[in-house]
């Protein structure tokens, strides 16, 4: 019954996806299938791909790593290259979702990103077989000096009752959890009923000083003055001081989550090799470079951060923190499903309470 | 047998669209409802709408979308009658200024509205300009039924609309022939006589209000859980389809029955949008 199902999903799917592959500016020598966040990466890049490779990108967005799991796990698309979380690349991992890559046909990896990225992805990926960083970050407060009196350094100013209704948090289990176990002391991967209950609490007891849940939204409503905090990925920091030089990023003292988004290979890919030379690509310090200074996330690429001209940049404290000055930072694990339900149910209890 | 044959050939596209994608999605989260992961049978994805916090989503959808749907039908039933007085010239080009916005895509519309409605947005911008004090209802119900009314207007005013341009003026013209006043003609003959254009009004309201979960998003702030929420969540970020086509289940339910009471006073399919 089982694979019946899993047959119609196929059928009705593939169905949709007919509407989709109509055109045919076909490479010459195939085509890779990317895909990747929202906004992630520089367009220009990949035509500079075409047309040193002849291999036509296919790109295609998510906006969550809960959004692209079952798209690649129901096998509907066969892509060839995607770029999961942590905790995602954990999970496709012991799925048996992901193909180990080839490192010999990606020597830009090895050579270009630095030793202390390849130790942590360890966490999530064992010997480094199955994942190439690409983007890395923590996730911190931002707030507008112009709004906020008092000093910012830990997670309590979100439950400052002077900033009712200025407070933006993010709309996604595990990063709105985060918060608050890392404000109590505890780790960002605990399954302890006892701890999570405490931190649901607390967030209930927030939730009239929140203005709104949101991801993406954070940034143009702190851009646009209309909160005066905000829970943020490092990421978009430097791009948001861009555009209004009132706001400032900080990593509260407490720690919070250290993050690595990496290129991974699916298994059912059906142009690996392919997929290795636009990994490899990604890799080359000058597009590493040009992704940077488009999406402004920080990357692991060393070779790509000497080359960055502007020397603020360079040695950002936003972009390129020293981490060894700060304390419970951490990388969320894969819970398993079981884990994942319990975080679920409290969500749900903490966005239906009034 | 030719004439049957060429009817079948004509339907086929018919068949095709509603088998690929009516009958074969609809058999899917049936099958995803009463199973669980493992695959064996359970009810307990249904069941699971006694969870408080479903249960809580529910009712507020509920309420929700009960009020929108009586506010819409307050503002759209004036509106039907003055449209189906004026003649037929005026009104089509009054009608088409009603349909005009549904030419742009929801999603963008409801983003506009949040743009409109924030703290420091449009409307605010200009109350505080003119000394008046700020609007606060960006992140509340309020802003939810609000978005509900505006979006969902037009499915009200429509088959209103309708019936009431069917209705021969000789009838009312009789009716106060034999002395009957304004209030009574309309408490007597014109409202009776609308009653599809209201039922099948109410239902193409009520039905999407109690599902969306964009508009609570949007402009409740993701701080308002409805039940269109709590099933969005489960297929996008929990990743658990056998609760969320479950939950889905309950939601059917009670739009299988909205559209059983419209189908009752509507037998001739005259309050039919088109």
């Known amino acids: 019954m089982k694979k019946v199902m899993a047959l119609l999903l196929v059928t009705v799917m593939g169905l949709s996806l007919l509407s989709g592959c109509g055109d045919s500016g076909k490479g010459k020598n195939g085509r890779v299938v990317v895909y990747n966040w929202g906004e992630y990466i520089d367009p220009e890049t990949l035509e500079m791909f075409e047309d040193e490779y002849g291999i036509e990108v296919v790109y295609d967005e998510y906006e969550t790593n809960e959004l692209m799991y079952p798209k690649v796990s129901a096998g509907a698309t066969k892509y060839d290259v995607i770029c999961p979380s942590d905790y995602m690349v954990q999970k496709m991992i012991s799925e048996d979702l992901l193909r180990e890559i080839n490192f010999e046909n990606v020597p830009n990896a090895k050579k270009n990103i630095g030793a202390q990225y390849w130790e942590q992805s360890e966490q999530f990926d064992p010997g480094n077989k199955y994942s190439v960083p690409y983007c890395w970050g923590t996730v911190g407060i931002l707030y507008n000096t112009k709004m906020v009196n008092d000093t910012v350094d830990s997670w309590d100013i979100l439950w400052n009752t002077n900033y009712a209704g200025q407070i933006l948090m993010q709309d996604s289990v595990r990063d709105l959890f985060m918060v608050g176990l890392k404000r109590d002391g505890y780790s960002a991967n605990t399954l302890n009923p006892a701890e999570l209950e405490q931190v649901r609490d607390e967030l209930i007891a927030q939730k009239p000083l929140v203005q709104a849940y949101v991801i993406d939204a954070v940034r143009d409503k702190m851009i646009g003055n209309e909160a005066a905090i905000g829970v943020i990925y490092s990421g978009e920091a430097i791009y948001t001081q861009r555009e209004n030089p009132d706001l400032e990023y900080v990593i509260p003292k407490e720690g919070t989550n250290i993050w690595i988004d990496n290129w991974v290979i699916p298994k059912n890919s059906e142009n690996p090799e392919n997929a290795e030379l636009f990994i490899n690509f990604m890799c080359r310090p000058d597009i590493a470079l040009m992704n940077f200074d488009y999406i402004t996330y920080s990357t692991p690429n060393d070779a790509a951060r000497e080359l960055i001209e502007d020397e603020d940049i360079k040695n950002s404290e936003i972009a390129f923190p020293d981490l060894s000055k700060y304390q419970g930072l951490e990388t969320f694990d894969y819970l398993g499903q079981e884990g994942d339900e319990l975080y679920a149910g409290y969500y749900k209890e903490v966005k239906s309470a009034n | ?274």
């Not at chain 2, 249904?46 to 809580?56: G, S």
């Not at chain 2, 509920?62 to 005026?90: D, E, Q």
């Not at chain 2, 999603?107 to 409605?117: D, E, I, K, N, V």
Request: aromatic share 10%; glycine share 6%.
């Open chain 2, 1 to 274: 047998m030719l004439k049957n044959s060429k009817r079948l050939m004509l339907g086929l596209p018919y068949y095709f669209w509603s088998i690929a994608f009516v009958i074969i999605p609809l058999f899917m989260v049936v099958y995803y409802g009463v199973t669980n992961r493992s695959g064996s049978l359970t009810i307990e994805n249904i069941t699971a709408i006694a969870v408080p916090e479903h249960f809580k989503a529910l009712l507020l959808a509920v309420r929700l979308s009960v009020i929108s749907t009586i506010i819409c039908f307050l503002l759209a039933y004036p509106l039907a009658m003055i449209l189906a007085k004026y003649g037929k010239g005026k009104s089509s080009v009054l009608v088409m200024l009603f349909i005009l916005p549904m030419w742009m895509n929801f999603l963008l519309r409801t983003m506009a509205w949040q743009t409109l409605l924030e703290n420091n947005g449009v409307i605010n911008s200009a109350l505080s300009f003119i000394g008046l004090p700020k609007l606060n209802i960006i992140n509340t119900p309020g802003a939810i039924i609000f978005g509900m009314v505006y979006n969902f207007l037009p499915f009200m005013v429509l088959p209103l609309y309708n019936s009431l341009s069917k209705i021969d003026p000789n009838v009312i013209n009789a009716a106060r022939d034999l002395g009957a006043n304004s209030v009574q003609t309309f408490i007597k003959v014109t409202l009776p006589l609308s009653v599809p254009g209201i039922m099948s009004g109410i239902t193409m309201v009520f039905v999407p209000a109690l599902t969306t979960f964009v508009i609570s998003d949007l402009l409740g702030g993701a701080k308002v859980l409805l039940i269109g929420n709590v099933i969005e969540q489960e297929f996008s970020q929990t990743n658990n389809w056998h609760l969320g086509s479950g939950l889905s289940l309950i939601l059917m339910f009670f739009i299988i029955i909205s559209m059983i009471i419209s189908a009752i006073f509507d037998k001739d399919g005259e309050g039919s949008v088109i």
